[in-house]
C-alpha cells in the first residue's frame, strides 16, 4: 500500500468517524460511511471522493438549515436526520457498486456516469426533502394533486421540484468538471438524476408502507406511534423509505444506462 493509499484510508476513516461527532450519522452510519467511501475510492479514486463529498456535505447542510421549522415532521417521518446505516447504504449503496464495477470490469459499462447518476439521484431527492418541507404552500399528491400534510410521502411542491433540479445540477457539474466529460453525459447525469427524485415520489406515493396511529388518528411512517403499534393503511410492509431510496437510484441508474446504449 503506497502513502497516498494510506493517507486516503485515513482520511476517508476520520471523516467517517467525524460524522458520529458532528450527529450527521450514528455510529453504525459511520461503518457504512467508511465502507462505501473506500470502494468509491478504490473505482474512482479522489475525484469521486470529492462527488461523494459534495453530496453528503449539502444534504447535511440542508437538513441542519431551519431544523426548528422541521420539528413538526418528526411525528411523520420514520427516521431523524442523523443517518444510520441503512439510509447510509440507501443512498450510497450503488455509487459504491459502480465503483466496484468499474475497479473490476472497467470496460465493460460507463461506471463514472452511472455512478454520477445514482449520485445525482440520491441528491435531488435529499435536496427535495429537505428543501420542500420550508414550502410556505402544502404539498400535492402527485397524481390526484389532493393537498397533503408536510412531510407525506409521494407528495411534491414546486419550491421541492426545483430543489431537486438545482441537486442533480449540482452533482452533474461537478462530475463534469472533475472527470471532463462530454457535455450530453452532463445533460444525462442531470435528467437522470432528476428523474430518480420523481421516481422516488411515484414509489413513495404507491409501494411504501404507511401507518394510522391508533391514538392520534395522524397518517405517519413509523410502526409504532404515541407508544402504541399503529395500524397499516397503504403500501408494502417492507418498502420504507430506505428501500424506496434505494429502488428509486437503481431505476434511475438502469434507464440511463438504456440511454446511454441509444445514444451510443
Known amino acids: 500500500m503506497t502513502a497516498v493509499n494510506i493517507i486516503s484510508f485515513l482520511f476517508i476513516f476520520f471523516l467517517s468517524i467525524s460524522g458520529v461527532f ?6 453504525t452510519g459511520s461503518l457504512a460511511a467508511f465502507a462505501i467511501g473506500l470502494s468509491i475510492y478504490i473505482g474512482f479514486g479522489w475525484n469521486g471522493l470529492i462527488v461523494l463529498g459534495i453530496f453528503f456535505a449539502s444534504s447535511s447542510l440542508w ?29 450510497g449503496g450503488i ?60 407528495a411534491v411542491t414546486m419550491l421541492g421540484t426545483l430543489a431537486a433540479f438545482y441537486g442533480a445540477s449540482l452533482i452533474g457539474i461537478a462530475f463534469y468538471m472533475l472527470f471532463t466529460q462530454d457535455v450530453i453525459v452532463l445533460f444525462t447525469v442531470i435528467l437522470f438524476g432528476f428523474i430518480g427524485s420523481l421516481l422516488d415520489t411515484v414509489l413513495g406515493s404507491t409501494l411504501q408502507v404507511k401507518y394510522r396511529c ?11 406511534h404515541c407508544n402504541n403499534r ?7 410492509s417492507f418498502m420504507n423509505n430506505d428501500g424506496v431510496n434505494f429502488l428509486s437510484i437503481t431505476l434511475a441508474t438502469l434507464l440511463s444506462y438504456l440511454f446511454y446504449i441509444l445514444i451510443f
Not at 458532528?22 to 455510529?27: G, N
Not at 437538513?63 to 447504504?89: A, C, N
Not at 445514482?118 to 397524481?143: C, F, M, Q, V
Not at 391508533?214 to 409504532?224: F, P, Q
Request: glycine share 4%; aromatic share 10%.
Open 214 to 224: 391508533k391514538v392520534c388518528r395522524i397518517k405517519t411512517e413509523k410502526k409504532v
Open 230 to 236: 399503529a395500524q397499516k393503511i397503504h403500501g408494502l
Open 95 to 154: 455509487p459504491a457498486i459502480m465503483a466496484i464495477c468499474s475497479f473490476i470490469y472497467y470496460d465493460v459499462a460507463p461506471w463514472e456516469s452511472l455512478f454520477a447518476v445514482a449520485i445525482a439521484s440520491a441528491n435531488a431527492d435529499t435536496w427535495a426533502s429537505e428543501i420542500g418541507t420550508l414550502s410556505k404552500r402544502k404539498p400535492r399528491l402527485l397524481w390526484s394533486f389532493k393537498e397533503v400534510d408536510i412531510g407525506t410521502s409521494g
Open 22 to 27: 458532528l450527529k450527521l450519522l450514528t455510529f
Open 63 to 91: 437538513s441542519k438549515y431551519k431544523k426548528e421549522k422541521k420539528q413538526s415532521l418528526e411525528k411523520i417521518v420514520e427516521k431523524g436526520d442523523q443517518r444510520d446505516s441503512f439510509q447510509v447504504l440507501a443512498n
